[in-house]
């Protein structure tokens, strides 16, 4: 059974940093593009950034860009968001995403983990 | 940006009903539009990629369709278990844009 599954959510201040992880099971991890979608409450999904299979490319949202940073672990079966200098409007609900066949197909996720940016 | 908007935003609606939900994009993705299912406090489910081709284990009574820019997604025969919010989002290029969701509620 596939499974995903986020921790490394917790309250932060403006400012802060907070580091994300993703373990995967399940599936050989190794072989699929992987994303973080993220959303707020009463809000709809964002998607936030994606990594290729051997982490030599990343693509992230304007609104995160130069302030979070994708990477992962094949050997660990872990994905990882690395999120600084966070804002209140990055408070949300973070998904992490398997991406199956063709690119932006999202066909697993996680249950999330919840990041609260406030002082 | 791609942008995505789905209409209406809320719909109520009885068991066995048949409803329609429609996605319209601000330019053309051909064919690279998905549908997703979100019940709260659950992941999100993929039921629909590629406009029409549904997803493994999605019962048949889900159904998409449309091209270009204009999308449907119909479901025949509510079932109890399918009242949730549903939203489009387009896989033509990153930043893979959802639109605002479709909440289905119970009439």
């Known amino acids: 059974e596939v499974q995903l599954v986020e921790s490394g959510g917790g309250l932060v201040q403006p400012g802060g940093s907070l580091r994300l992880s993703c373990v995967a099971s399940?599936?050989?991890?190794?072989?699929?593009?992987m994303h973080w979608v993220r959303q707020a409450s009463g809000q709809g999904l964002v998607w936030v950034s994606r990594i290729n299979r051997d982490e030599s490319s990343t693509s992230y949202a304007d609104s995160v860009k130069g302030r979070f940073t994708i990477s992962r672990d094949n050997a660990k079966n872990t994905l990882y968001l690395q999120m600084d200098s966070l804002r209140a409007e990055d408070t949300a609900l973070y998904y992490c995403?398997?991406?199956?066949?063709?690119?932006?197909?999202?066909?697993?996720w996680g249950r999330g983990t919840l990041v609260t940016v406030s002082s | 940006d791609i942008q995505m908007t789905q209409s209406p935003s809320s719909l109520s609606a009885s068991v066995g009903d048949r409803v329609t939900f429609t996605c319209r994009t601000s330019?053309?993705?051909?064919?690279?539009l998905n549908w997703y299912q979100h019940k709260p406090g659950k992941a999100p489910r993929l039921l629909i990629y590629a406009v029409s081709h549904l997803q493994s284990g999605v019962p048949s009574r889900f159904s998409g369709s449309g091209s270009e820019t204009d999308f449907a997604l119909t479901i025949t025969s509510l079932q109890p278990e399918d009242f949730a919010t549903y939203y489009c989002q387009q896989s033509y290029r990153p930043l893979y844009t959802f639109g605002q969701g479709t909440k289905l509620e119970v009439k």
């Open positions: 330019q053309s993705i051909s064919t690279y």
């Open positions: 995403v398997r991406e199956i066949g063709a690119p932006g197909n999202f066909d697993y």
């Open positions: 399940g599936f050989t991890f190794s072989s699929h593009w």
